[in-house]
């Protein structure tokens, strides 16, 4: 199974055929001698770590980039030597970009069909018409959005669907999709994938590039991998597992190996009872031992982001209790919740985990000013800096300098920074809300081992993730959330994965 | 020659020394151009100049690192030195005593951080944007200060007020003295203590930095509260300066002290500035202005200039920057 397909078309005139594609850009090499093809009407998936040529190979096809010499390029069986963005969608070629390029003051029917209204000569927006075509595209879609309301009244997912739409009033017959789900819930993924379905029954395909690799292999027929801008292979998703998935991306192997161990003789740090805050989560009932790593797996939107702030002081339960070291605590802030001994890595790195155009030192320092001050009460240089270089060592973070933008950080270095910071505040218990998040797959297995190592230190850890696998492979207990109370426990050494996926997906 | 020039950029950054630089031809060429340039009659008047607008700068820096503005700085000013001369007046005007100075000088600042805070709270705490809040705080100061006056002048103070104004202490002009004693004082908050370090934060990034566990409303209500009570200070030294208080007086200076801090390689957006390369800043402009007078410009014209070497720098920034990313 999951061989290199060799011809998988034979008859078809695909969608897109290149072959031979090579880019460069100054002496990097982006793509070389890359081949891609998508059937009509065909779900394809573009797999690869961040970084691989995913991008690159879109922005060739729709025109925003030229390959060097010796591509061939063919669209709907048309032979092309160069390609423009207006050439791409003339031959009905899309992109919904991951920022879905919409206008938030514009309406639903405005954002829609307002490339109609583009052109060289300028003319009069009749709103009748504008309201006439998306209305009509939108009924093809199935979903009934208020044409009127403003975009930016929308939920997310409304808006993928607005860009689907727009894609489709240019009578687009390939739609690239970047990224489409990284924001949207479960049951909005769901209605996502039923209209990409219904797409590809009317021949349209759909190239989806994801992070996700179970939605991936779920949605699509075949997937591209790409691996330093080089062409892996393509797969049939039939029989394909995550974790060879996983392998073809990266390259290397990984040991799933479940690390789970019993600390159920180790004291108690966090013990939380009966607690509730209404329309996020009801009657949690959670305790966190010394060493121990416990997981909260569960559907976007089953409240265990909003029970990770209320553990960490931003939010007030409503009820129930928190014991911390024997000790109940009532946070008025999260000031009070670090003070207490919690640290809370957020899911959201780029606005809330670090700040972001500030410098990798000043990151790691900034809970802990107290600590680097001197007799003055001003802050000491030199304290500061012995504070950075050995939190630096102690993560192995590979930076330039101190001084530097955390910016220039990959995704997984960066992440190591919040770690850093939030390990220099001496915390008791470690809140992950979903620790991997925009760090390639290559480097999360450097998360998880500081994450071990931490544990096996003493620290308490509470992991909340998306990722079943992550959960699994990673906790010493997972605990499966939905609707804002825990249904159920597993322990990863007596459960297999499939077992929770199946009640998680359930 | 570049190696001496490196050192100088590691001491200093490329920032101060490229202002510094620029100060020094500045400098250079008005002295060829005009000899009574650099004497000391012109380098005095520049250094009783520079103050007022200095410390009105260094009010204006701190809310734009937070990524704010306090648009009502020179109405503070003017606020706070009606304050002491309101005190001065009830004490004997010409004769009042120094007791009654040192209570009127507490009074005026008080009244300055007083607005300062007020504007600071609505801002941290309410959620209003800077610009509506210091916007309102600053008509307000006005439409008060001129009820008080009657749109007149305040005058008739002791003869003990002039020195702050116009004296010398070890030979350097008293407001001069006062003024580097602020940027000091500024240059180490901002560098070296935990509220310079927040403001910075919440400049950049106020949602990260109160998950960070910083007090971000603490934070801003401190950066417009030390507004205020710099702006008294400018108050009081205008007071002595002009020996009368007038509600608009050094109106003009509101939009010159923004300038002079992006002048300063202050983000607009927040989160990254430094009180040195202002002070410089300040300096250029300073020595411009008096410069172009002494070759007998009009004042209009100065200010002209003052616009034109501003776009100027932005251009020379730009410049720089793509010669900078084009060293990797």
Known sequence: MNQPLDNPSGQVVPAIRVRHVTKTFGGVTALDDVSFEVLPGEVHCLAGENGCGKSTIIKIITGVYQPDAGAEIEIFGQKLSAITPTISRKLGIDVIWQDLALFPLMSVAENIAFEGMLGNVPRIARHATLRKKAAEVLTRLGVDLDLEAPLHTLSVAERQIVAVGRALVGDARLVFMDEPTASLTQSETEKL?????????????????????????????????????????????????????????????????????????????????????????????????????????????????????????????????????????????????????VAYVSEDRLTLGLVQPQSIADNIVLPVLDSILDRFGLISSSKKDKTVRSWIDDLAVKIGEPTDPVTTLSGGNQQRIVLAKWLATKPKLLILDAPTVGVDVGARAGIFEIVRKLADQGLAILMISDEIPEAYFNSDRVIHMAGGEFIGEYDPRSTTISEIEGAVFA | MTKTYQKLR????????????????????????????????NVGSIAF????????????????????????????????????????QMNGGVDAPTSAFVIGVIAAISVGTLAGFVMGVVIAYIGAHPILVS?????????????????????????????????????????????????????????????????????????????????????????????????????????????????GHGEAYILITVLACFLGGVDPFGGFGRVMPVVLALIILQVLSSGLNLLGANQHLATAVWGLFLIGVMVIRWFWHRFAQKQY
């Open chain 1, 193 to 341: 994938l039923a209209i990409v379905a219904k797409l590809s029954s009317e021949g349209v395909a759909v190239v989806f590039v994801s992070h996700r690799l179970a939605e991936v292999l779920k949605i699509s027929s075949r997937v591209t991998v790409l691996r330093d801008g080089r062409l892996v292979g393509v797969y049939d998703t039939d029989g394909m597992t995550q974790s060879h998935l996983t392998e073809l991306m990266t390259g290397h192997t990984f040991d799933s190996v479940v690390a789970a161990q019993d600390r159920s003789k180790a004291p108690v740090v966090l013990q939380v009872k009966n607690l509730t805050r209404e329309g996020e989560f009801n009657n949690i009932d959670l305790t966190v031992r010394q060493g121990e790593v416990v997981g909260i797996t569960g559907l976007i939107g089953a409240g265990r982001t909003e029970l990770g702030h209320a553990l960490f002081g931003m939010t007030k339960p409503g009820s129930g209790e928190i014991i911390l070291n024997g000790a109940p605590v009532r946070f008025r802030s999260n000031r009070d919740a670090i003070n207490s001994g």
């Open chain 2, 10 to 41: 590691d001491l200093f950054g490329a920032e101060v020394l490229g202002l510094a630089l620029f100060l020094i031809a500045v400098i250079v060429v008005f002295g060829v151009l005009s000899p009574r340039f650099l004497s000391g009659a």
């Open chain 2, 49 to 88: 100049q520079l103050p007022e607008l200095g410390l009105l700068t260094l009010a204006m820096l701190v809310p734009i690192l937070t990524g704010g503005l306090n648009l009502a700085i020179t109405f503070t000013a003017n606020i706070s030195g009606l304050t002491l001369a309101w005190v001065l």
């Open chain 2, 135 to 247: 916007l309102a705080m600053m008509i307000f100061l006005r439409g008060l200060g001129e009820f008080l006056t009657h749109g007149g002048d305040i005058s008739g103070f002791p003869e003990y007020v002039q020195p702050i104004g116009h004296g010398y202490f070890v030979g350097i002009p008293i407001p001069l003295l006062i003024f580097i004693v602020g940027a000091i004082v500024w240059h180490v908050m901002l560098s070296r203590t935990r509220h310079g370090f927040a403001a910075y934060m919440v400049g950049s990034n106020i949602q990260a930095a109160g998950y960070s566990g910083i007090h971000t409303k603490r934070t801003l209500t401190l950066v417009y509260t030390l507004s205020g009570t710099m702006c008294a200070i400018a108050g009081i030294i205008m007071l002595s300066r002009f020996n009368s208080v007038r509600v």
